[in-house]
């Protein structure tokens, strides 16, 4: 009798690859916006020290 291969495994081994990309995505999505905001908030505490 011949068994089918497992489709969720069939399924895992294709989807490891997309997932990975998409958590590497979102976190170097997430690394940029902090480091955008930490830039952001610089300007900010230059701006209020050159109003002194």
């Known amino acids: 009798m011949y068994l ?4 969720v495994k069939e399924n895992m081994k ?3 690859p997309i997932s990975l990309t998409l958590v590497m995505s979102v976190f170097v999505g997430l690394l ?3 480091i955008g905001g ?3 908030q ?3 505490v ?3 020290i050159g109003e002194l």
Do not use: A, D, S, Y
């Not at 089918?4 to 489709?7: G, L, M, S, Y």
């Open 42 to 44: 610089e300007q900010k």
């Open 32 to 34: 940029g916006m902090w």
């Open 46 to 48: 230059e701006r209020l």
């Open 4 to 7: 089918h291969p497992n489709p």
């Open 38 to 40: 930490c830039e952001t």
């Open 14 to 16: 294709v989807m490891k």
